[in-house]
């Protein structure tokens, strides 16, 4: 199942998708996608974020995949949902986007074993994880200015069910900037796959119900600008449209 979290008339719902552009609510009432306002399908807990997780993107930014996985922790603030703006910040020279596969944590898990990782994992969504290069002063570990600012991080519009996701390791993603294709790639090319992450995780902390990998993104980054449309997808995921608005500072 394909769940929402949405606001309609002043209140917040959960949904699920009922098809053809449509919205069920728990009480059963049909909506039009583009009548409600997105939030993040889940309120994300911890949040942690891989570098270097492709080994295309690797090649694109003239390093080595890594010996393990280059984790670090994201912000709370920073996601908005489903057809959100995000903003651009007027000092910043280059802004681009990360379309990645984002694994939803659905148990307590702590010294994991690859072979059962899949156990914790409640389901999947798309994350859009902006960068903002002008402040990059670590490529293996990018520091909270790069990836913890307001609106920076879209996320959805879906929760998908992990059952319903048969081989989330096979999975091709893409990114459009004005209708453009600007990113592809498979999931299947990640350096660590969803049960390595979990198991390195959980091998040395606590994960949490809520708790969101976001897993990486392939090479084909851009620098966007102001009024640009971004959707980045993910085949039987979702479509996640977001659209870059000015910010002052």
Known sequence: MRHARIAYQGALHAATDAGNGMIRLADGRLLAEDAVTWLPPIEPRTTFTLAINYADHARELAFKAPAEPLGFLKAANTFVGHRAQTLRPADVGFMHYECELAVVIG???RNIAREQAYDYVAGYTVANDYALRDYLENWYRPNLR?????TCTPLGPWLVDRDD???PMNLDLRTTVNGVQTQRGNTRDMVFDIPAL???FSGFMTLSP???ILTGTPDGIVNVQPGDEVVTEIDGIGRLVNTLAPCPT
Not at 146 to 150: G, T
């Open 210 to 212: 809520g708790d969101l």
């Open 198 to 200: 979990i198991a390195y």
């Open 165 to 167: 996701v048969p081989d």
């Open 146 to 150: 790069v990836k913890s600012r307001d």
């Open 107 to 109: 148990k307590t898990a």
